[in-house]
């Protein structure tokens, strides 16, 4: 489910902001605490004796989607997806022996209540989907913890409780005893309980040392009426997923891009100072990131690439007559490569199989600036990109959050392509010319050359050879044929490559452009 959040205000610096924030949950307004950190967004439930105040939502169901994955599942058991009543009768109030296996990553996978502070049972608040009691398929959200490896904890405190789970070692022998007059305890509290956020391991370990996972940490919930929200890797916009008339609105999507956050402040300029002290821790943790993959991938690189050199999240442009049709992706500008996912890869094997893979050799910037449509009161900043294929041309219009975004994107999409030309050098392509089978050579210093087919161990014999300075003219038909206008008395090269010559065309220009710039002859 997607959670929408009116703020009451807060200040703070650019990346530490703390204020008052309401969290709608099931149609209803809580509030809560919001502190911002340099990794985290914390958010902690109001203390008060009604439990939360609230306001209806109205109509707008656009915000009540996105954290549940799959086929609708959702990913934390509460006592709100799992009711009393649909708890076996027998089950209720008789003592249960319950054997779990602890997860290296995501311990037992429970949320816990109560304690003698509360006079309350230690009760299972939430059981986490795919993890270790619910692996077990004999725990229910309710059920009493009366021992755990034989500690009795009937007369224990919460903390209590939490330490003896923490040192129960991996085999954890659960007495429990399912109470059905304590569920209405179970469903009070802070509604960010049911915030729905984190992907439970191992589908989203921490990128590198798995030990430190920041989601680990949090599968255990000591704080019952705290959730915190890891910034690395998420995506923070505006204006995408819920409409924002009176730009109030910030969303946070999670990195596995099941999830989504949303921020409402008490007005445009609020709102507009906690995009920003977001928005900048997320992109202060960004080389991490990238040092963290590298590790993790070793010397196998990217998807046939050797190495990041940029990384982030961009809304692109859907097709179609829609014109606020925006989805989220994940964007990695590697030496020779632009690949696009639909999420951040956790597995390494993930990054191998990107959504598309473009080369930048034969993409280029045809776009950008100020576009139609508006997160931010006619600041919306895109730019689009051409590449050329066998296919013909593929374009994607994408946006970015800031001008400085806008900037270090389309810097680095130039630069790449650039780079990528004095990397690779040359190209060559099959094609016939003149009737007769031929192979294209493109060098990036020596220009074009025409050589023959190698036939019958014959060496291959140099048909026509042209400098970049030669070139007048070029054109295709889309299809398959090239044109190549050198002057003279040859007049026009026909080139047949047997296939799209789209990539072709994309390649020479980057190859000019890049030898262009070299020179010095633009900025």
């Not at 799959?70 to 009543?85: I, L």
């Not at 402040?265 to 995009?275: H, I, L, V």
């Not at 002290?277 to 196998?300: F, M, Y």
């Not at 038909?477 to 994309?506: A, N, T």
């Amino acid at each position: 489910m997607a959670v929408a959040a009116a703020a009451g205000g807060g200040g703070g610096g650019r990346a530490q902001r703390s204020g008052w924030l309401e969290v709608l949950v099931r149609e209803r307004w809580h509030k809560v605490l919001a502190n911002l950190g340099g990794e985290a967004l914390v958010l902690s439930g109001e203390e008060r004796p009604d439990g939360a105040a609230h306001n209806g939502l109205g109509g707008d169901g656009a915000a009540c989607r996105g954290a549940e994955g799959g086929g609708g599942a959702a990913a934390v058991r509460t006592a709100f997806t799992d009711p009393p009543e649909q708890v076996p009768e027998a089950v209720s109030n008789k003592k249960r022996c319950v054997k779990v296996l602890k997860q290296e990553l995501g311990g037992l996978g429970i949320s816990i209540k109560g304690g003698k502070e509360n006079k309350m049972p230690i009760l299972i608040s939430k059981i986490f989907k795919g993890l270790a009691a619910d692996q077990t398929q004999a725990l229910y959200v309710g059920d009493a913890i009366l021992a755990v490896n034989g500690t009795d904890l009937r007369d224990a405190t919460h903390d209590e409780a939490v330490q003896a789970l923490k040192r129960a070692g991996k085999e954890v022998l659960l007495e429990v005893k399912y109470m059905r007059e304590a569920t209405p305890y179970v469903k009070k509290g802070s509604p960010v309980s049911e915030i729905g956020w984190e992907t439970p391991p191992p589908e989203s370990p921490r990128l590198g040392c798995a030990s430190a996972d920041p989601l680990s940490q949090l599968s255990l919930s000591i704080h019952r009426d705290k959730k915190t929200i890891p910034l690395k890797m998420c995506y923070v916009t505006r204006n995408m997923t819920v409409s924002d008339p009176e730009n109030r609105l910030i969303e946070v999507h999670s990195p596995d891009a099941k999830h989504t956050v949303v921020l409402r402040s008490k007005d445009s300029a609020t709102a507009q100072a906690w995009f920003n002290a977001i928005h900048s821790s997320v992109n202060e943790l960004i080389p991490r990131v990238i040092a963290e993959v590298r590790d993790q991938l070793g010397k196998t690189g990217i998807a046939g690439s050797r190495e990041i050199r940029h990384l982030g999240w961009l809304a692109e442009k859907v097709p179609g007559d829609n014109e606020k049709h925006w989805k989220a992706v994940l964007v990695v500008l590697t030496e020779k490569d632009l690949l696009i996912y639909e999420s951040m890869p956790r597995m390494k094997e993930a990054w191998f199989s990107p959504l598309h893979t473009y080369p930048l050799l034969a993409t280029r910037l045809v776009h950008s600036g100020p576009g139609k449509g508006s997160p931010q009161s006619g600041v919306d900043l895109s730019f689009a990109t051409r590449t050329g294929t066998r296919q013909g041309i593929e374009t994607h219009l994408f946006r970015t959050e800031t001008s400085r975004d806008l900037s270090l994107w389309t810097r680095s999409i130039v630069q790449g392509c650039h780079n990528s030309a004095e990397l690779i050098t040359e190209i060559t392509t099959s094609c016939t010319y003149k009737n007769q089978e031929c192979r294209l050579t493109i060098h990036y210093e020596h220009g074009f050359s025409l050589t023959t087919e190698l036939q019958d161990g014959a060496f291959s014999k140099t048909i026509a050879q042209y400098p970049y300075e030669k070139l007048k003219m070029s054109s295709d038909d889309g299809i398959r044929m090239l044109y190549l206008d050198f002057g003279g008395k040859d007049g026009e090269v026909q080139l047949d490559l047997h296939s799209c010559p789209k990539p072709i065309v994309f390649i020479i220009h980057s190859f000019l452009s890049a030898k262009i710039t070299r020179l010095g002859l633009v900025a």
